[in-house]
């Protein structure tokens, strides 16, 4: 059974910093290209950053370009979201999610397994 598990939200002061793991059960992680998405309350679900399976592209939202930094691990089958620079517009539910899409865009409707997220807050 496909399993993804997000950890390492929490509340964090503008200006700082988490990092977000995510462990995949049940598949091996290369198979997939795999993105972070998050949900604001009363908002839509958005792509924060994708990495492509074929050309190991990263893509990031533009609100979080030069703060954020993606990578995987596929020995741990584990993927990490290093946020930096953090700011209260950053707060919201973080999902992991995978999809067997070759190039897929960091959209929500390309990704097809999803973790049950991990909250971050930032707020002073």
């Known amino acids: 059974q496909l399993r993804l598990v997000e950890s390492g939200g929490g509340l964090v002061q503008p200006g700082g910093s988490l990092t977000l793991s995510c462990t995949a059960s049940g598949f091996p992680l290369y198979y997939y290209s795999v993105g972070w998405f998050r949900q604001a309350s009363g908002k839509e679900r958005e792509g924060v950053s994708c990495?492509?399976?074929?050309?190991?592209?990263?893509d990031y939202a533009d609100s979080v370009k030069d703060r954020f930094t993606i990578s995987r691990d596929n020995a741990k089958s584990t993927v990490h979201l290093q946020m930096n620079s953090l700011k209260p517009e950053d707060t919201g539910v973080y999902y992991c999610?995978?999809?067997?899409?070759?190039?897929?865009?960091?959209?929500?409707?390309?990704?097809?397994?999803w973790g049950q997220g991990t909250e971050v807050t930032v707020s002073s």
């Open positions: 999610a995978v999809t067997s899409y070759v190039q897929p865009l960091c959209i929500p409707g390309d990704f097809k397994t």
């Open positions: 990495l492509v399976l074929t050309d190991g592209r990263a």
